[in-house]
Nanobody, 113 residues
Framework: QVQFVESGGGLVQPGGSLRLSCVAS????????MGWFRQAPGKQRELVAR???????NYADSVQGRFTISGDAAKNTVYLQMNGLKPEDTAVYYC???????WGQGTQVTVSS
């Protein structure tokens, strides 16, 4: 089972930016779907961005136009560039691949003034 290590989170003011990284323990770019998820306290984990085989990307409405998912196959790494951060983006962020049954420890993102 593939393992993930997420990093890049932190405390940022509203309107700020962060770039999250997710390193996989093996090649994942042949996988059909790679995704970034987040889970806020008291809420269910939600999908915020995904890359579908062939390079097509999809985003949750709440992050559309602010977040960008990308990948580097040579580094087995998936990125999430987050701009225009809002307090409601505060959550632990995770990456995974289909069928989304393996998870890392996540990285905490806190947006606050």
């Amino acid at each position: 089972q593939v393992q993930f290590v997420e990093s890049g989170g932190g405390l940022v003011q509203p309107g700020g930016s962060l770039r999250l990284s997710c390193v996989a323990s093996r090649s994942i770019f042949s996988t059909a779907i790679m995704g970034w998820f987040r889970q806020a306290p008291g809420k269910q984990r939600e999908l915020v961005a995904r890359i579908i085989s062939g390079g097509r990307t999809n985003y949750a409405d709440s992050v559309q136009g602010r977040f960008t998912i990308s990948g580097d196959a040579a580094k087995n790494t998936v990125y999430l560039q987050m701009n225009g951060l809002k307090p409601e983006d505060t959550a632990v962020y995770y990456c995974s691949v289909w069928p989304f049954d393996s998870w890392g420890q996540g990285t905490q993102v806190t947006v606050s003034s």
